[in-house]
């Protein structure tokens, strides 16, 4: 009989694992929530378990103890979180676990231990990796964290213990504010996680955000599938990705990437994770965190590998063995992915939601589409803005830009706008191409007028004139002595063609 | 006569798109070729219209336009993910506004006076025309040779103060054209 695998999740994701589902011979169930209950991940599944969720402020997706029933009902074998969600929920893993279903991820523990970051940061020392200069576990009040900041030198940042998502975190520049600072991170943190802990660390002014691939099986083997860089961020939040990046010499790429392995091999790491790094302006590196999910940006390693994470996650859940060495995986050429996310560019990211009335995606070979979106699909305000991902594979990294510029001038969507243009202004801009962009690009260099270009502004007034000529002509036509005979602009002429 | 010229008489063709940003394009739509922008004529086809949405091919480039929103003469319109505002004027009331040539001696700088005493024997534009630089506005016989008279700048041919037939003498006042050169 074949297996079961229910996705708790929605959108491209969804969409992804069905692929990888199918492709092991598995049936693909999947939840559909009154909030988009017309959704296009819907249609790939073998089976659609309605969730009845109106009634709920939260979507099916956040609610464990409902999953977790549902897949009992339903004869579920395996379930696959998707990322955000349930993904980093150990409690949610456990339950699983508890109920004799198979959570594709770590266990429990992991995301558990990988989650609190004092935690991850204690395991992360113990394996050898270079933290970032800061406190030992949560800072008691504002005066010891202003005491430990002048060990350390300012700016120093402040975090919450159960953060992320850059919540309950606070950049301290001087002494003088680390009072008032300290209070509006601690009750951040409070309301968004129920755990008010702030650690404290060295602020780094200009990094870069790169990331590792690990893949693990239940049998202790490990390997990394080389790394990411996700500097091109606005307010912590991934605008694009690509891989491998330009800062690293392959020397540096083996040390990060076999301390990652260490790591994961340390702490019994399975399923895919993500150990995140960031870099200075020196070329050091420092541990960041672990995720214990699969990313939102795990193609561009796909791309560059060959190696397809989401079918070996469900793989080492049902306890196979990695096939792969080390040795095995080579980095063919470059891959980029653009994030489509609705939000308007020209207007501080504001959310945009309502109807795609068209969406146009481009394709090629080296071009892959993940869209959990088409026609007529609506963008509600209750999930994430991210609709679509183009990710583009080149020779080199000139080539890939170059291709992802090609390929963005042939993506369209009428109806909302969305992040493109702004990925298309970055894929020109000079800290780009020379890839010395660091994860201050937006706030430094990103300006709204840099979307537009001469060429669509010739031709936005053009078709603006257009508009306003038909109307102009129709009136003046209908003045008896007027000379204007007909309406038959070339535009007119053109349409009845 | 004509063919070669870009403005084709008729100036309630003409039209200006302004920026917020201080930018001009001054407009042109010919009723059969494609449209003449600042000047020049451009290979931009129209590839479809629905609703509010115009699809154009320029240089092998797609350009999708949505217009976002209308009030009076102020448009916004969206091409490839991207907002633009523009005002639009006639050319008529953009020359009504004064905004072409601010002050009144350069206006006069482009009416044409008689260069010497003679006869007119034919014009070729009426008043409301848009004519062309170099384009010939009249014919004016003199010394039995008949010398054609052209436009000094692109313009609107404002007032012809001449009737064919009429006798004028040097420096006589012929037509007066406001430019839209900028």
Not at chain 1, 194 to 200: H, M, P, Q, V
Not at chain 1, 387 to 406: F, N, Q, S
Not at chain 1, 450 to 472: C, F, P, R
Not at chain 2, 121 to 141: H, T, W, Y
Request: proline letters at 4%; aromatic letters at 8%.
């Amino acid at each position: 009989m074949k297996k079961r695998i229910l996705i708790a999740n929605r959108s491209e994701i969804a969409i992804r694992i069905i692929r990888s589902a199918h492709r092991l011979g598995m049936l693909a169930v999947v939840l559909q929530s009154d909030k988009e209950p017309d959704a296009l991940y819907l249609k790939y599944a073998d089976e659609i378990i309605p969730a009845k969720d109106a009634q709920n402020e939260k979507p099916i997706f956040l609610n464990a103890e409902r999953i977790v029933e549902i897949a009992l009902e339903h004869q579920i074998d395996m379930i696959h979180p998707g990322y955000g969600f349930m993904s980093e929920n150990p409690d949610f893993a456990a339950l699983c676990e508890e109920n004799g279903i198979n959570f594709i991820g770590p266990s429990p523990e992991l995301i558990r231990n990988m989650g609190i970051k004092t935690i991850a940061k204690k395991m992360a020392i113990e394996a050898g990796l270079p933290l970032v200069p800061g406190s030992d576990g949560a800072v008691k009040d504002a005066a010891k964290a202003a005491e430990y900041a002048a060990s350390i030198g300012y700016p120093v940042l402040l975090k919450a213990s159960a953060g992320g998502g850059g919540r309950g975190m606070r950049i301290v520049e001087k002494a003088e504010t680390m009072e008032r600072l300290f209070k509006s991170a601690y009750d951040e943190a409070i309301s968004a996680f129920g755990n008010g802990d702030l650690f404290i660390e060295k602020y780094l002014t200009n990094p870069k955000h790169l990331e590792f691939q690990i893949l693990g099986d239940k049998h202790g083997n490990v390997i990394h599938l080389g790394e990411r860089e996700c500097s091109l961020q606005r307010k912590h939040q991934k605008l694009m990705e690509e891989a491998p990046s330009a800062s690293l010499s392959p020397e540096m790429r083996k040390e990060m990437g076999d301390m990652a392995v260490k790591f994961a091999k340390q702490i019994g790491y399975f399923s895919a994770g993500t150990i995140e790094y960031i870099l200075d302006e020196s070329g050091t590196f420092y541990f960041m965190e672990m995720n214990t999910r699969i990313q939102v940006e795990h193609p561009v390693t796909e791309m560059i590998t060959g190696v397809d994470l989401v079918d070996w996650q469900i793989k080492v859940a049902m306890g196979e063995k990695l096939s792969l060495t080390q040795d095995d995986i080579k980095m063919n050429g470059w891959a980029i992915e653009i994030r489509v996310n609705t939000e308007d560019p020209q207007n501080r990211f504001s959310p945009q939601t309502g109807f795609i009335e068209k969406i146009h995606f481009p394709t090629s070979k080296d071009i892959r589409i993940e869209t959990g979106v088409t026609h007529g699909s609506i963008v509600t305000p209750y999930f994430d803005s991210m609709i679509a991902k183009i990710i583009v594979h080149g020779k080199d990294r000139p080539d890939v830009i170059a291709k992802t510029l090609k390929a963005l001038n042939e993506f369209s969507l009428i109806g909302l706008k969305t992040t493109a243009p702004f990925c298309r202004a970055v894929l020109q801009h000079e800290e780009f191409v020379t890839a010395k962009y660091t994860t201050r690009w937006v706030d430094t260099y990103f300006t709204p007028e840099m979307l537009e270009s001469e060429d669509e502004e010739l031709v936005g007034a053009l078709a603006a004139t257009i508009i306003y000529a038909t109307d102009y002509l129709q009136i003046a036509s209908e003045i008896p002595t007027s000379r204007n005979e007909s309406l038959n602009l070339w535009v007119l002429n053109k349409r009845i063609n | 006569m004509g063919t070669s010229y870009i403005y084709k008489r008729d100036a309630t063709r003409l039209f200006i798109a302004l920026r917020e940003n201080g930018k001009r394009f001054k407009i042109y739509l010919p009723k059969e070729s494609k449209p003449v922008i600042d000047g020049e004529e451009q290979d931009i086809n129209f590839i479809e219209q629905t609703d509010s949405q115009y699809c154009f091919d320029w240089n092998d480039k797609r350009y999708n336009c949505e217009l976002v929103s209308r009030d009076q003469n102020k448009t916004i319109i969206k091409v490839n993910g991207v907002e633009y505002k523009f005002s639009l004027e006639s050319i008529f009331s953009y020359i009504r506004h004064g905004m072409i040539n601010k002050d009144g001696k350069q206006l006069n700088e482009n009416d044409i006076l008689s260069p010497m005493p003679g006869k007119i024997v034919d014009i070729f534009l009426s008043e409301g025309d848009l004519v062309n630089v170099g384009e010939p506005i009249l014919s004016l016989e003199a010394m039995k040779m008949q010398n054609e008279i052209t436009a000094t700048c692109n313009g609107v041919i404002q007032k012809i103060h001449i009737v064919q037939g009429q006798t004028v003498m040097k420096d006589d006042l012929l037509v007066e054209i406001t430019s839209i050169d900028v």
